[in-house]
DNA sequence: CGCGCCTTTGAAGGAGCTCAATTTAGGTGG
DNA sequence: CCACCTAAATTGAGCTCCTTCAAAGGCGCG
């Protein structure tokens, strides 16, 4: 496992970071703002910080003060159970915000890490509320952004509790995929930022199971895939092995 | 199935609900909040409305408008998927919020329906963002408890990707028995109120298996279950069923 | 170039599912 | 109040899909 070593707590660098200028604005906290509001928002979040490879964002139990939206890089989100359990509930990629979690209990209850080379914008909770109280276009959005949240951990558990390993697969790639065309990538084509296991926690499945599936797809020529890299060849089929749940 | 039949939209009862008086507050939105803002959110909620066992309090597709706090039964909400998937995301007892998900998309994505005979506060939600852009306390309450439907939706998560079926149910039993303690009911003894199919859709299980693992707790002593009724009485092997995962 | 980590692939085993039959409970109408 | 009817729950037997255990291959990085 990487990222397991000790890493030592970064000085936050100040940088302006400017919503207003950011081409992530469209996916991130500003959608749907107003001019002015985004440059409320601007004078808000003051402070980026990069996380290399296997570095945290934030830890679990680690005070809850900020949240962080992905600006750069990739990262995934660990759950560490009382019990020595332990999983991955989610992936987050530029543009998402990550640590809504912490709010309930003033901690974060799971670790953030950077699966390649990425940057944060640290915002402020307790000033991104004070924001809110003023700006009703602001305050709704996030009340937004927290039901996404709450909605897309449910379909999780909807593939979680129904859906057979292929299904998960297929699904996965599909969100990936769709993800990745939010941001202007290719719908079909990308790298990979996690491994095998890291996939299989998230999905509830075996490394080793994720591993025959991408083979299985690949011979009925639905996917290319080559250790990391992934080609969609085909996303209608792909969607049909969702659907066709007898 | 039952509740498939067509429910008329009750006109809604205009009942002063009073926060204030309501012995639920401690466990729903109120909670934490100054005599001044409870008076505040009682000005907020004047509609209760009662939801025969079967019907529902709101319907997936349904327009969002407004949050529905359980005053007293028992719901469960179902989230219909657009290829015919089916799966109930969670059971709602009194004091619990109902409807967060619904903010993202203005509209409810899932189906609330009454396990029991049961009464809900109706609770505007612009309203309630207005009234929480003045109460900060109010906002970061709000803001709370969407965080803990989030911690509480990756729990399950959780569960549903790492858990065997002795596990789950353990877990489930456990939770259920929690809840019953907050709000001052015996924490060994109760009623079902969902079926075997119903928990076993929650918990990603199928009825038979749901049925065989209560019958094996009950052979092992610890658990007395007939039909619906449930006797927990050995709390800490069951704690340790959920620890043992080698 | 060698080492470690990730990935792939095979074979055997098991947990939970499917199908099916029986029992029990709860609601309804005579 | 009882008989009936339907929905829910229980239990068994066989099967399937995923896991476990094991071994080999490939990629990247020092």
């Known amino acids: 496992m990487t990222g397991l070593k000790a890493v030592p707590k970064l000085d936050p660098e100040s940088i302006k970071s400017a919503c207003s200028k950011c081409n992530l604005r469209e996916l991130c906290l500003p959608s749907g703002l107003s001019g002015e509001e985004v440059d ?48 991955v509930t ?16 003033d901690n974060h209850p799971c670790d953030a890490i950077a699966l390649e ?50 299904e998960r697969l297929a699904a996965f790639l599909l969100n990936l995929s769709q993800r990745m065309t939010a941001r202007g990538y290719s719908p079909s084509e990308f790298n990979l930022r996690m491994t095998r296991e890291e996939i299989g926690s998230y999905l509830g499945l075996k490394l080793e199971t994720v591993s025959r599936v991408f083979s299985r797809f690949q011979n009925d020529g639905f996917i290319a895939v080559q250790q990391k890299h992934i080609r969609i060849l085909d996303i209608p089929k792909l969607r049909a092995i969702i659907g066709q749940h007898c």
């Not at 402070?47 to 995934?76: M, P």
């Open 40 to 87: 409320q928002l601007d004078s808000l979040i003051r402070v980026r910080r990069f996380c290399r490879k296997g570095e945290h964002a934030y830890r679990g139990g680690d005070q809850f003060e900020s949240l962080y939206a992905v600006r750069a890089g990739f990262f995934k989100t660990n759950l560490l159970n009382e019990d020595g359990r332990d999983q």
């Open 90 to 105: 989610g992936f987050h990629m530029a543009g998402e915000l990550m640590g809504l979690d912490g709010i309930s209990t």
């Open 117 to 166: 080379d990425s940057e944060v914008c640290v915002i402020p909770f307790s000033r991104l509320e004070e924001l809110s109280r003023e700006a009703p276009a602001l305050q709704r959005h996030l009340h937004k952004i927290m039901s996404r949240e709450i909605v897309s951990d449910q379909s999780v558990m909807m593939l979680l509790g129904s859906m057979r390993a292929e």
